[in-house]
């Protein structure tokens, strides 16, 4: 949701839900204000979808409601697969230089290394790459190989790995990204895409304020 609600509205939500369908008078009455005091924030809960309300009836959950719910069930199951994302790699051959370069041009935080297999073999990040930089005037010269931080001393995704349980490897461990290697492949260990903390927060953002808001309407 864009908008951020209000504990009131949160409330008459909460309300709605246990008591549907239940009259504007007898929300007031619940809530211990006016019935003009709830009428601003009825009508937008209305035109937001998350109530709908029916003439001489009163009020029940809306459309929005139930969708924003379904899709937080659906989350609960979503596997890695469905949400990762392309990521960014360079060959362990390649130069310290090449690898910051392309940090820049790509605009991302971490970097995937692969062999000539295409294997997936480590991760290099602007830290690694700023320790061998400072004051050393032939660091464009070395290879990535030599800086990167090597599988398995990584933290790891599986694409058939529940999401959630990727999102908590990544809290747990302070990370901002997971490499997502497929074992089964033909070369035993492809990187077949990344998820990371802002894809998630992108993809998923709608769907923590849906968790949130179901948490308080249902205490």
């Given at each position: 949701m864009?908008?951020?609600?209000?504990?009131?509205?949160?409330?008459?939500?909460?309300?709605?839900?246990?008591?549907?369908?239940?009259?504007?008078?007898?929300?007031?009455?619940?809530l211990?204000?006016?019935?003009?005091t709830?009428?601003?924030?009825l009508?937008?809960?209305?035109?937001?979808?998350?109530?709908?309300?029916?003439?001489?009836?009163?009020?029940?959950?809306?459309?929005?409601?139930?969708a924003e719910?379904g899709?937080?069930n659906?989350?609960n199951?979503?596997?890695v697969?469905?949400?990762?994302?392309v990521?960014?790699?360079?060959?362990?051959?390649q130069?310290?230089?090449?690898?910051?370069?392309?940090?820049?041009?790509?605009?991302?935080?971490?970097?995937?290394?692969?062999?000539?297999?295409?294997?997936?073999?480590?991760?290099?990040t602007?830290?690694?790459?700023?320790k061998?930089?400072l004051?050393?005037?032939?660091?464009?010269?070395?290879p990535?190989?030599?800086?990167?931080?090597?599988?398995p001393?990584i933290?790891?995704?599986a694409?058939?790995?529940?999401?959630?349980?990727?999102?908590?490897?990544?809290?747990?461990h302070?990370?901002?990204?997971?490499?997502?290697?497929?074992?089964?492949?033909?070369?035993g260990?492809?990187?077949?895409?990344?998820?990371?903390?802002?894809?998630?927060?992108?993809?998923?953002?709608?769907?923590?304020?849906?968790?949130?808001?179901?948490g308080?309407a249902?205490?």
């Amino acid at each position: 949701m864009g908008i951020e609600l209000t504990a009131r509205q949160l409330e008459l939500i909460s309300l709605v839900k246990q008591h549907a369908p239940v009259t504007g008078d007898q929300l007031a009455e619940m809530l211990g204000v006016s019935r003009p005091t709830l009428r601003s924030d009825l009508s937008l809960l209305v035109m937001l979808g998350m109530l709908d309300a029916k003439p001489k009836v009163g009020y029940f959950l809306g459309t929005a409601y139930r969708a924003e719910s379904g899709r937080l069930n659906g989350f609960n199951h979503l596997k890695v697969r469905e949400v990762q994302a392309v990521p960014v790699s360079v060959a362990e051959t390649q130069s310290v230089h090449d690898a910051v370069v392309t940090l820049f041009t790509e605009n991302v935080n971490t970097l995937l290394v692969v062999d000539s297999q295409q294997r997936f073999v480590g991760i290099i990040t602007p830290k690694d790459l700023l320790k061998v930089t400072l004051g050393n005037p032939n660091a464009e010269a070395i290879p990535v190989s030599m800086v990167m931080t090597r599988y398995p001393n990584i933290v790891t995704a599986a694409p058939d790995e529940l999401v959630r349980d990727a999102v908590r490897k990544m809290v747990t461990h302070e990370l901002d990204c997971l490499p997502v290697i497929d074992s089964s492949s033909g070369s035993g260990r492809e990187a077949t895409g990344w998820i990371t903390k802002t894809h998630v927060i992108s993809l998923f953002g709608d769907i923590v304020s849906a968790a949130q808001l179901g948490g308080q309407a249902d205490g």
